[in-house]
């Protein structure tokens, strides 16, 4: 598989919502939002839809029972290290969304997106994982 034929579907796992990013070298595809029971549904419909070649998931909250949920997968599941994804989904948020009006003046490390941004840090494990030579298997 040539690595501009990588289609990447990226979940941040969580208890209350999770955030998916189907991503290629093109960029993003699709993103969302859901709930942890949305997930298995969801991901097998972006699986036949977007080609989805591999999946990352990160390896924090609730990744355990969102692997097992997800385990028909014909593709190849990775468990990946999420740590420090918060902090850059935030700045990646405010850079598609600037701030506006008095919260400008807001520092950059104090503002807080007004929305759930749990798919920014599915763009990120997604990307990464289109920026490293592919493997095979599950981590």
């Given at each position: 598989?040539?690595?501009?034929?990588?289609?990447?579907?990226g979940i941040d796992p969580g208890w209350m919502r999770c955030g998916l990013a189907v991503c290629d070298v093109a960029g993003v595809r699709v993103?969302?939002?859901?709930?942890?029971?949305?997930?298995?549904?969801?991901?097998?419909?972006?699986?036949?839809?977007?080609?989805?070649?591999?999946?990352?998931?990160?390896?924090r909250t609730g990744s355990e029972l969102l692997m097992t949920a997800?385990?028909?997968?014909?593709?190849?599941?990775?468990?990946?290290?999420?740590?420090?994804?918060?902090?850059?989904?935030?700045?990646?948020?405010?850079?598609?969304?600037?701030?506006?009006?008095?919260?400008?003046?807001v520092p950059k490390g104090l503002r807080i997106p007004p929305e759930p941004y749990d798919d920014y840090v599915a763009i990120l494990l997604a990307e990464t994982a289109l920026a490293v030579p592919e493997h095979d298997g599950v981590d």
């Open positions: 598989m040539t690595p501009s034929s990588r289609v990447v579907l993103r969302a939002i859901v709930s942890p029971e949305e997930i298995p549904r969801l991901v097998a419909d972006w699986q036949a839809r977007y080609g989805v070649t591999e999946v990352v998931m990160g390896n997800i385990s028909f997968l014909t593709v190849p599941l990775f468990a990946v290290d999420e740590h420090g994804t918060t902090l850059r989904a935030r700045a990646r948020y405010f850079m598609d969304h600037p701030p506006r009006g008095w919260r400008r003046l």
